[in-house]
């Protein structure tokens, strides 16, 4: 009872201005941004809990300054969010994976990886698994990062408010690309992201309430078994560049409470 992705019938373009197009009768979508501005779109449904993919194919070549965004978000100002941001590079260097928890409108932990393929090359799937006791990002089934529900130790979690599926490409050279040092290449627009292969194994909420497919909820109490654990600590191992739980720097406080809980 999943549903695999045409793009018309589960998304919205919602700004770009014709820069981004839904093709092939709604199986690939595209986002590009040159100077004058980049372009997104958001899923028409909003969803509470489940396990979401989505196949990416990245900007190639020069992408420096660029940053094509992936992620769950709800509304208001103390919103629940769930990222991967893919931060561009020059020719040959490496893209960052980016990767960020909100809830209730505070973020800060960050975890950053390099990937063990060139992600501009071929589509790759980029997953987010969303259940009450859990979030795991996977890229090709993969897990790279998970975030335990640590509300026993007064750390909200993000659990009560609806999310909707959003992406995005945008000038970020102001920071993106090794700190800001290296700014967009104009002469290489237009930036082109691609997306296909979408499917939401997901509840859907409307009218105030969550609809699930009953048959279908196997995420719904997911943890990772062995195997995939360690995975897990392969990519954290060998592709991690940036974890905020190992930045007291950052936090002169102490660290995050969640912290102690993985
Ligand atoms: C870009 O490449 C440089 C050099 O390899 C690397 O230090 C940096 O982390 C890469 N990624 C970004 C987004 O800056």
Redo the contacts with the bound molecule.
Sequence with gaps: MASYGNFNEYFDITWGDGRAKILNNGELLTLSLDKASGSGFESKNEYLFGNIDMQLKLVPGNS?GTVTTYYLRSQGSTWDEIDFEF????SG????LHTNVYSQGYGKREQEF?LWFDPTADFHTYSILWNPQLIIFSVDGTPIREYKNSESIGVPFPENQPMRITSSIWNADDW????GR?KTDWTQAPFTASYTNFKADACVWSNGASSCFSNSTWWFSHELDSTSKEKLKWVQNNYM?YNYCTDPKRFPQGLPLECNNS
């Design positions: 420096a931060l561009g590079n020059l260097d490496p893209y960052i390099y993106a690309t090794r700190g290296v560049i």
